[in-house]
């Protein structure tokens, strides 16, 4: 599932501002 992926990258990205 390409969306999970995406999301999941959205997640880390905001975790790490």
């Known amino acids: ?3 999970y ?3 999941l990258k ?3 990205n ?3 501002t």
Do not use: A, D, K, Q
């Open 14 to 16: 905001s975790s790490n």
């Open 1 to 3: 599932m390409v969306i």
């Open 10 to 12: 959205i997640i880390i």
């Open 5 to 7: 992926y995406h999301r």
